[in-house]
Nanobody, 115 residues
């Protein structure tokens, strides 16, 4: 079974930065798409960014220009560099993987942006 391990969340002041990491493990498999979703209390889960094997990326309008997604295909890892953080970025961030063995979610990591 594929497992996703996330790290990098925490408490940061507005304008600060955080870097989230997610690594997939559990055998030999192919990862097609990796991405980050987030969910704030009372709101639906939304796509933040995703990246495909070839490196093409997409971002939500709310984070474009501030967040950067990247991946290491050899390690089946994905990263999210978050700069110029705003209070509205506060949410639980979930790593998502679309792979040859199915779709998987990370356990979630809390990001809190507070003055």
């Amino acid at each position: 079974q594929v497992q996703l391990v996330e790290s990098g969340g925490g408490l940061v002041q507005p304008g600060g930065s955080l870097r989230l990491s997610c690594a997939a493990s559990g055998g030999i498999f192919s990862v097609y798409v990796m991405g980050w979703y987030r969910q704030a209390p009372g709101l639906e889960r939304e796509l933040v960014a995703h990246i495909i094997t070839g490196g093409s990326t997409s971002y939500a309008d709310s984070v474009k220009g501030r967040f950067t997604i990247s991946r290491d295909n050899a390690k089946n890892a994905v990263y999210l560099q978050m700069n110029s953080l705003k209070p509205e970025d506060t949410a639980v961030y979930y790593c998502y993987v679309d792979s040859s063995r199915g779709n998987y979610w990370g356990q979630g990591t809390q990001v809190t942006v507070s003055l």
